[in-house]
C-alpha cells in the first residue's frame, strides 16, 4: 500500500468516527484543495453503503438503543444465526467508525445469558486497528468492578476477527436517565460518584479510558451505573511509557466536547480523564457543555478548549443552543425563550435546584 493509498485511509478512518451530519464537513475540511483525496474519500464511503456508515450509537455500546430502528437489521447480515464461541449472535445493536455490536445468547448450557459481542467491521481489519481492537480486549479482562460492564469471553471467528462478550446491559446514558427521573443535585452527583469510582478502578489498573462522556456511561434498569467503550483506552505501562500514554495516531479518535486540551496535541494521562469528568459533572448540573462548537471543526475545537475560560454554568446555560435540552418537555418554548426566563428557573425545570441547606 503506498502512501496516498494510506492517506485516504486515513481520512475515511477519521470521517467514520463522526456521525453523518459532520462527516461531509470534515471530509471537505480534511481534504482541503485535494480534489482528487477528497473524489477517492467519497467514492470509498459510498461503496460501504449507507447501512455500513451510518453511526447511531457508541461504538461498543453493550445495550438495545431505545430509539433503535426494527429496521437496523432488514439488510441481511450474514452474522446473524451463526456462532461465536458459544455464544449465537441473535441481532445487531451499535455501529461505529471500525466496531459492530451484536446481541448474542449463550448456546448449550443448563442456564441462559445475554450478553453483548463486539468484533472489527468488515473491510476495517487492518493491523493498527486489530492492535487497538485487542488492547481493548485486554485492557477489559483485567477489570473488575461493579461500575463496569463486565468481560465474560473472547475468541477468533471463523472469518479471522478476533472478538469479545461482554455482560448486555439495557439502560440509557447517564444524563438522558437523570432527566427522565427528574433527579435533583443530590441525586445526580450521587449517582456520578458512582462513575469516578469506576474511573478510579481504572486508573489503579493503569488504564486510562481517553474518551469519558454520558454516551459511554450508561443506568441500567436498576439504576446502576456501567462505564462503557474502552475502545480507544491507553495503558499507563507497557504502552506509551510510564504515566503517560501517547494518542499520536489515535488523534482523533476522542470526543472533542470532552477532550482535555492536552488530547488534541495527543499525549494524555489520568488527568485527562479528570478533565473528562469534570465537563460530564457540568453538564449533569447544568444540561449544557461549557463549551459549544461544532464537533466536525477539529481546530477550531483545539483553539476553543486551549484558549477560552470555561463559561460559567449561568452564562452556559443561557445560550440558545442550551435551551431545549436544558428545559422539560412539558414546558412551553416560547417561555424558555422568555428573558424572564432566568438559568435558575431552568434549574427548577430539571429539578436541579441547589439546596438550601
Known amino acids: 500500500m503506498d502512501d496516498r493509498e494510506k492517506l485516504v485511509l486515513k ?19 480534511r481534504c482541503g484543495d485535494d480534489a482528487a483525496l477528497h473524489a477517492r474519500v467519497e467514492d470509498m464511503l459510498r461503496g460501504l453503503g449507507e447501512d455500513e456508515v451510518e453511526c447511531p450509537e457508541p461504538e461498543s455500546a453493550s445495550w438495545l438503543p431505545d430509539d433503535r430502528s426494527p429496521s437496523d437489521n432488514e439488510v441481511e447480515d450474514p452474522l446473524i444465526g451463526s456462532r461465536l464461541g458459544v455464544f449465537r449472535v441473535i441481532e445487531r445493536i451499535g455501529r461505529g467508525g471500525m466496531g459492530i455490536v451484536y446481541r448474542g445468547e449463550r448456546e448449550g448450557a443448563d ?22 481492537f485487542l488492547r481493548e480486549r485486554r485492557i477489559l479482562a483485567r477489570l473488575s468492578h461493579p ?16 472478538w469479545f462478550a461482554l455482560e448486555f446491559v439495557r439502560g440509557a446514558p447517564i444524563s438522558r436517565w437523570c432527566d427522565a427521573q427528574r433527579f435533583g443535585i443530590r441525586e445526580r452527583v450521587r449517582l456520578f460518584l458512582d462513575v469516578c469510582a469506576a474511573v478510579q ?33 491507553g495503558l499507563l505501562s507497557g504502552e506509551g511509557g510510564e504515566g503517560r500514554h501517547s494518542t499520536i495516531g489515535l488523534r482523533h479518535a476522542m470526543t472533542p466536547e470532552y477532550a482535555a486540551p492536552e488530547q488534541f496535541g495527543g499525549d494524555v ?37 486551549r484558549e477560552t475560560p470555561p463559561q460559567s454554568l449561568t452564562a452556559a446555560m443561557s445560550r440558545e ?37
Do not use: W
Not at 148 to 153: E, G, Q
Not at 211 to 233: E, M, T
Not at 283 to 302: K, N
Open 111 to 132: 442456564f441462559s445469558q445475554e450478553v453483548a459481542l463486539k468484533l472489527i467491521r468488515r473491510g476495517f481489519d487492518f493491523d493498527d486497528v486489530q492492535t487497538r
Open 201 to 233: 478502578h481504572a486508573h489503579t489498573q493503569l488504564v486510562v479510558h481517553r474518551d469519558l462522556k454520558p454516551g459511554n456511561i450508561l443506568v441500567d434498569d436498576s439504576g446502576a451505573v456501567r462505564l462503557l467503550d474502552f475502545g480507544v483506552a
Open 321 to 357: 443552543s442550551g435551551l431545549a435540552s436544558s428545559t422539560s418537555s412539558s414546558m412551553d418554548r416560547s417561555t424558555a425563550r422568555s428573558p424572564a426566563f432566568s438559568a435558575i428557573d431552568r434549574l427548577h425545570a430539571r429539578s436541579t435546584s441547589l439546596p438550601i441547606a
Open 147 to 162: 461500575n463496569l460492564a463486565r468481560f465474560i469471553d473472547g475468541g477468533v471467528g471463523a472469518d479471522g476477527r478476533p
Open 269 to 305: 494521562g489520568v488527568a485527562a480523564d479528570v478533565y473528562a469528568l469534570g465537563v460530564i459533572l457540568y453538564e449533569l448540573v447544568s444540561g449544557v457543555l461549557p463549551y459549544e462548537f461544532e464537533r466536525g471543526d477539529l481546530v477550531r475545537a483545539e483553539r476553543i478548549v
Open 11 to 29: 481520512v475515511l478512518r477519521e470521517a467514520l468516527d463522526l456521525a453523518p451530519p459532520e462527516r461531509d464537513r470534515f471530509v471537505s475540511r
